[in-house]
């Protein structure tokens, strides 16, 4: 079966890094789109950055220049760097994938989802 397993969450200070891992279980991320979303208590499922087949990225304004995705076929993962967080970035960050688009990065275009991993932003 597809499934995108996440992996690299945990407690970061405010300014720190994290690499979030989506390693792909049951297909090749290569003939995939893979989109990073994250949810906030009490907030909506947002993309924070997703990459085409074809490898148009978006991001939006919250996170452009802070966070990027890239894909390493040979390991089969898509990673997302974030950098310099904010206590407004905590979240869980889902990974996931769907085979017949080439691009877009709302929450209905995506049909394979992974269970997410938390990022907790705090001093």
């Known amino acids: 079966q597809v499934q995108p397993v996440e992996s690299g969450g945990g407690l970061v200070q405010p300014g720190g890094s994290l690499r979030l891992s989506c390693a792909a279980s049951g297909f090749r991320v290569r003939g995939y789109a893979i989109g990073w979303f994250r949810q906030a208590p009490g907030k909506e499922r947002e993309g924070v950055s997703c990459t085409s087949t074809s490898g148009r990225t978006t991001y939006p304004d919250s996170v452009k220049g802070r966070f990027t995705i890239s894909r390493d076929s040979t390991k089969n993962t898509v990673y997302l760097d974030v950098n310099n967080l904010r206590p407004e970035d905590t979240a869980v960050y889902y990974c996931?994938?769907?085979?017949?688009?080439?691009?877009?990065?709302?929450?209905?275009?995506?049909?394979?989802w992974g269970q997410g991993t938390q990022v907790t932003v705090s001093s």
């Open positions: 996931a994938a769907e085979a017949f688009m080439g691009g877009g990065c709302r929450q209905p275009d995506y049909k394979y």
